[in-house]
């Protein structure tokens, strides 16, 4: 059974990739499989308690995640201020006399406009009994990066996922379109524990390993259609043109 949730983005998107830099922030277009899945973990460790959430997590590590976006997409281009360590120690950056150990400086952000509602769809293929799946959908306020705020709207469940949607985690040799859009995906290893994925356990969480998060390209069904120094406006391949699947 797929359990769909709407939400409405009530502000812009953004989640870099695993492999990007703290100051060349560009992002993905959507949340990962690694994203959901920790939202849902925090939903269930805010409402239900960690003994509860521990003992999910093997059933929310499994689960397939598919989302449909919006028609139209804008990725936003730009710089912000940021603070960060001064790389030789303290200094009087801003001339008062006083030394700190941070300094101004500018990095690159990109951040995404959705011109509509989210619909974010997962499944589990365990023949355990489930967790109460609806209300963590419900509970989710956010995706992707902290302030990246979104809204409940409501929860359904399907036999069959709609063809419109988009497998985020898809089995290795699973056609693509051509055409779309690419994106780096990260998701939970196979063997990954409650522990692994504990920021307080003091264990390091490793790309590539099977404890770890896992990397895999996927491909969205959108693609260019305008842009300039500021941004690009991206839309969905219309069905005529996904005659070309590799």
Same mark, same amino acid.
């Given at each position: 059974?797929?359990?769909?949730?709407?939400?409405?983005?009530?502000?812009? =998107?953004?989640?870099?990739?695993?492999?990007?830099?703290?100051?060349?922030?560009k992002?993905?277009?959507?949340?990962?499989?690694?994203?959901?899945?920790?939202?849902?973990?925090d939903?269930?460790?805010?409402?239900?308690g960690?003994a509860?959430?521990?003992?999910? %997590?093997?059933y929310?590590?499994d689960?397939k995640?598919?989302?449909?976006?919006?028609?139209? =997409?804008?990725?936003i281009?730009?710089?912000?201020?940021?603070?960060r360590?001064? &790389?030789?120690?303290? &200094?009087?950056? %801003?001339?008062?006399?006083?030394e700190g150990?941070?300094?101004n400086?500018?990095?690159?952000?990109?951040?995404?406009?959705y011109?509509?509602?989210?619909?974010?769809?997962?499944?589990?293929?365990?023949?355990?009994?489930?967790p109460?799946?609806?209300?963590l959908? +419900?509970?989710i306020?956010?995706?992707? &990066?902290?302030?990246? =705020?979104?809204?409940?709207?409501?929860?359904q469940?399907?036999?069959?996922?709609?063809?419109?949607?988009?497998?985020?985690?898809p089995?290795?040799?699973?056609?693509?379109?051509?055409?779309g859009?690419?994106?780096?995906?990260d998701d939970?290893g196979?063997k990954?524990?409650?522990?692994?994925a504990?920021?307080?356990s003091?264990?390091?969480?490793?790309?590539g390993a099977?404890?770890?998060?896992?990397?895999?390209?996927v491909v969205?069904?959108?693609?260019?259609?305008?842009?300039?120094r500021? =941004?690009?406006?991206?839309?969905?391949?219309?069905d &005529?043109?996904?005659?070309?699947? +590799?």
């Amino acid at each position: 059974m797929w359990y769909i949730a709407q939400y409405h983005p009530s502000a812009l =998107f953004s989640l870099r990739p695993a492999n990007a830099t703290t100051s060349g922030g560009k992002t993905l277009v959507t949340p990962t499989p690694y994203a959901v899945k920790m939202a849902l973990l925090d939903v269930a460790i805010r409402v239900y308690g960690r003994a509860y959430a521990e003992s999910w %997590f093997p059933y929310l590590r499994d689960l397939k995640v598919a989302i449909l976006l919006p028609d139209h =997409f804008v990725v936003i281009n730009t710089f912000v201020k940021i603070l960060r360590p001064h &790389k030789t120690g303290a &200094k009087d950056h %801003f001339g008062t006399g006083l030394e700190g150990p941070m300094g101004n400086t500018i990095a690159y952000r990109e951040l995404v406009h959705y011109a509509g509602a989210l619909h974010l769809a997962i499944l589990s293929e365990s023949e355990d009994a489930p967790p109460p799946l609806t209300t963590l959908l +419900s509970h989710i306020n956010y995706l992707g &990066k902290r302030g990246g =705020f979104v809204q409940w709207l409501g929860t359904q469940t399907v036999a069959t996922l709609p063809d419109d949607y988009s497998l985020l985690n898809p089995e290795p040799g699973a056609p693509f379109l051509a055409t779309g859009l690419l994106q780096m995906m990260d998701d939970c290893g196979p063997k990954m524990t409650f522990a692994d994925a504990n920021v307080y356990s003091g264990r390091r969480l490793r790309v590539g390993a099977a404890n770890g998060r896992l990397l895999q390209p996927v491909v969205l069904p959108y693609q260019l259609e305008r842009s300039s120094r500021s =941004f690009s406006l991206y839309g969905r391949i219309s069905d &005529k043109s996904r005659s070309s699947l +590799s």
